[in-house]
């Protein structure tokens, strides 16, 4: 029995210490190094200072960062000067790019979309996604160096909540691989965490040692303030409903946007209960909820791509194109009526069957699913959006 009970222990202390996620990259950094941390309420998180600040939401055709980075490029900013005021709780989302050099999450974090919500009343952050635990040792790593390996962060905030609010929370955090430091967070009902090192950090690692907590976002402070903001808050599947999920009590001090971008479109399209009139009371209803948000911002809709059939049997083949150009024609004359420009992304590269066109181009500008571009494909369309829509950054 001793060897089964001797199994059985170093099991439970694999469990309290969390099925690591995978080793990031090794950093340097003094020996000794601490940090020094608060817990704060909600409205004094500190969202990065910058001349013009961006914020982009959409689905998978934004939620990598080639699109964007080609437009910025093209507009004669360098990938350089731009950084992140929020990045959102999603490590380890599939087909979701973080402005991070590395990020990873222990299995025992389970994730939670706004577009997918029917919560009342709403609970998200302008992330529009969170990641919840509540098994001891859930662990999560993220690797600031990016865009530039010499990137670093001298304050994060961290906004959290928790299910049970006058419940215990313990965490163990630790920042460029020194020792953890314990922090706990009962008698605080949810708000901001904010990380404070001695030096400024690349890397920081957070483990939950007891207690449930969400959290919603990543709020970092760099040595270098960015001359533009980039927040690129797009989200594979989405749909712009997730919006209605926005809870402005999670960040009171929610950024104002000189611009907001939203690209949505192909996955209201691919519903099958999709008709025309239906879907401009959804986009009035959802630009309504932005715009209470983003009242002064400048706005730009951008609308769906093409998008094919894939199979040699497919009944109607220009099904989607179809549908995309209904969308498209409603997103610009509802859009603007809230103030919003609208970006015809499939009438400016080519219209109806430019998917499969696209996918017969060499190299391939579309991926054989017809739905997805290549990273070509998207660079190709950033610089078309660019053209029509320069970043014209005013100094404040």
Known sequence: MQPCLALLAAAALRLAHGAECRALPPVDAPPGASFTWQSLAPGEAAPAPASYRIGVWGDSLTSARNFFDAALQASGIGRTAVLPSFIQAGMGVPGLALPLKASCASPSWHTAYAYRAKAEPPAFAPGLVSMAASSPGATLALDFRFPRADTRVRQLDILYDKAAPEGSLLLAVSVDGQEEQLIP??????????????????????????????????????????????????????????WQQLDPGLLPAMPAYDLVVLQYGTNEGASPAFYPAGYAAYLRASLARVRQLQPKARCILIGPPDRGVTGTSAADPMKYSVIHRRIAGTQKQVGAEFGCAFWDWQGQTGGPGTALRWARASPPLMQPDLTHMTAQGYEVSGRMFARSHRFTIAQH
């Not at 950090?201 to 303030?225: D, E, K, T």
């Open 185 to 242: 967070l009962s008698r605080a009902s949810g708000g901001v965490l904010r990380i404070a090192p001695p030096a400024p950090m690349a890397r920081l690692r957070l483990r939950l040692v007891s207690g449930q907590i969400r959290l919603h976002g990543f709020l970092p402070r760099y040595v270098a303030a960015p001359g533009v903001v980039l927040d690129t808050l797009s989200i594979p599947g989405a749909l712009l409903r997730g």
